[in-house]
Each structure stands twice: as C-alpha cells, then as structure tokens.
C-alpha cells in the first residue's frame, strides 16, 4: 500500500506541476466510488473535509471525485430529505452515529433512518421526487459533522 500511495502522490504532484491551472484529474465514477466517495458532488465539500480530516491524500482524492461549485449561490445543491442507512449490528462501531441518531435526528423531519443488513454508514440525499440522487458515506463523522451537513444540505420543512 505505501508503494501505491507514494505513486498515487507522485502522479498528483507531477500534474500539478506539470500544468499549473487550477484544473485537477478526474477520476471515473467507479474509481470515486472504490475510494469511497459515491457522492461528494461539490469541490466545497472537499475543502470542508480538509478542515476536519488532515489526510491530504483522501482530501485530494476528494477533489479528483468532485464538481466545481457555481458561483451562483442560488444553485447550491440542496435536497428535500435523506436516509441515514446503517448495519444494526454494526452501530457499535459508530458511537458518533448513534448518538446523532438518538439525539438529533428528530430535529430533522425529512431524515429518516434505515437499517440494512452490512451497509456501512451513508447518507443517501434525496430529491422532491424521493428519488435517491447522492450517497456519502459518513464512516469517520462526528455528530456536528453530520448536523451541519444535513443542516446545509436537506430542505428544513419538507418530508420523504
């Protein structure tokens, strides 16, 4: 794994000083998803994980899996509720987890929690239509974390 890590950084090092822009290599949707980034949609998000994780690696294989953000704020993406899917057997794992699920997640409506034999823990972002538009997995997130994701993210008065 060191070996691939240290070519992984020397390929991001030689494109970025190979081209200066500020343009980075995207990755296929399977290779964001094998990363475990199956739905960090805006390039902002990547920059709030670097505030909190200080893994430079993961936060540039964030940005490699993401989309610029519009600098129109009117089209930030939002959405009109979420799932917060966990393995039951697993939430022992997940301290920070099951307290947001204990005792915040009433303060969102349009959150609705399932429980799935095996699934790691993710948000799955729906839009009016309940139809599921991002999944982000949530493993490693404290519970202000999670809250001022859903917070910026998930519509305050609408339900699934």
């Known amino acids: ?39 960090l949609a805006l390039c902002s998000d990547c920059n709030s994980l670097s505030d909190y994780v200080k893994d430079q690696e993961l936060v540039s294989d964030c940005k490699k899996c993401c989309t610029e953000d519009s600098n129109d704020s009117m089209t930030k993406i939002t959405y009109s509720g979420a799932i917060l899917e966990v393995c039951m057997r ?19 409506p349009s959150v609705k929690v399932q429980y799935s034999f095996n699934s790691p823990p993710k948000l799955i972002m729906a839009d009016d239509a309940g139809e599921h538009k991002e999944t982000i997995r949530i493993d490693n997130w404290k519970r202000e974390h999670i809250l001022q994701f859903l917070q910026g993210k998930v519509k305050p008065t609408s339900a699934i």
């Open 1 to 39: 794994m060191g070996g691939a890590w240290i070519a992984t950084a020397l390929v991001v090092v030689v494109y970025w000083v190979g081209f200066s822009s500020a343009s980075v290599e995207q990755l296929s949707t399977r290779e964001c998803e094998n990363l475990g980034f199956t739905g």
């Open 90 to 108: 697993k939430l022992v794992f997940y301290p920070e987890i099951v307290a947001f699920i204990e005792e915040e997640k009433d303060r969102f």
